[in-house]
């Protein structure tokens, strides 16, 4: 791809990523894409790690690398500053938590110019465990099940296609022009509703599998937990600020724990509660049972176990977060 200075801005928000932050950036340089046709922009929260030391001796190596504060903390303000910080027509939204293939940026840009109708194109985000331990791992196998985390297709897709959301998204300057900047009160689930609002603008949120990323699952069941009661707390609060932004996939979570709960207190007050909640217990661990042994045979025995007790918890912390955000509790 031929060379432009600054055509391209790539955005990453940060708050104490010392811990990925350099394997991104260098990912970054590596691309096909010329390093120095593009401004890289890190827009850091205020971290309280060596976050900021570390970008700063990259950035000495790389002046195409510009630290920037956001004193608002949240990924979407980060990604308005960046925006209003830059000039370049493409600008792209990666996350420092994750490497990026060579041809990621490549890719991208490719398609926004090939089709004018795309008002954001991203890829396959491959999740991968931060350590060798067996929860790291089981943590990012379950992420490409479809009974664990879900069907989402940047996640289990191979095929191209139009979709409702994508990760890392690449975006004309002048689609964001038209349908604004993220909403910078959002703390989680920013992208589902940009997405969103893209789609009601008349384009097209595209994924293509040849544009591939890596992510980094959380290391323990607890941090796991946490990641999934958020996630569900964003679907919650989404639904006072765009209902469209959410698919049904992300309310299978709720309905299974609202079931649980309705089940459990009508076993106080009918034998017929108690028969309901244990039908609903018993096709959910038959389920879940099916989809371990499967994902078992594919990976290894040895997340037996661990990914049964993974699935139960997950659930359950993204329902409940869903109910948190339905109530409107902070």
Request: proline share 2%.
């Given at each position: ?28 340089q590596n691309q096909t ?277 993974l699935f139960f918890l ?17």
């Amino acid at each position: 791809m031929n060379k432009a200075t600054n055509n391209i801005v790539v955005i990453i928000p940060t708050l104490n990523e010392e811990k990925f932050i350099e394997r991104c950036l260098l990912s970054v340089q590596n691309q096909t894409y010329f390093s120095d046709a593009c401004e890289v922009l890190v827009v850091d929260g205020g971290s309280k790690d060596h976050t900021r030391e570390i970008v700063q001796v990259i950035s000495s190596s790389y002046p195409n690398i510009r630290l920037i504060d956001n004193p608002h903390r949240y990924q979407s303000a980060a990604f308005n500053i960046g925006v209003k910080e830059s000039k370049g027509k493409y600008i792209i939204r990666m996350d420092a938590h994750a490497q990026y293939e060579q041809h990621y940026i490549e890719r991208c840009i490719q398609l926004l110019e090939e089709h004018e109708d795309y008002g954001n194109v991203g890829g396959q985000c491959k999740i991968i465990p931060q350590n060798n331990h067996l929860v790291a791992q089981a943590n990012a196998l379950l992420n490409h099940l479809r009974f664990g985390i879900g069907g989402a297709d940047f996640r289990v897709g191979t095929k191209a296609k139009e979709v409702d959301s994508v990760p890392f998204g690449a975006f004309r300057r002048e689609v964001i022009e038209h349908v604004g900047g993220m909403r910078a009160d959002l703390a989680r689930g920013e992208d589902n509703e940009y997405n969103s609002r893209i789609r009601q603008a008349g384009y097209k949120v595209w994924f293509d599998p040849q544009i591939q990323s890596y992510y980094y699952a959380r290391a323990t069941i607890s941090s796991s937990m946490r990641q999934m009661y958020l996630n569900g707390k964003s679907i919650g609060n989404l639904v006072y600020v765009d209902p469209r932004a959410i698919g049904l996939r992300h309310l299978v979570p709720f309905c299974f724990v609202i079931a649980m709960i309705i089940g459990i207190v009508a076993a106080f007050f009918s034998v017929w509660g108690k028969w309901a909640l244990l039908a609903l217990l018993t096709i959910y661990f038959i389920a879940a049972f099916i989809a371990d042994i499967s994902a078992c045979r594919a990976y290894g025995w040895k997340f037996f176990f661990i990914l049964f007790l993974l699935f139960f918890l997950v659930h359950c912390s993204y329902g409940i977060g869903t109910i948190i955000g339905l109530l409107n509790i902070k």
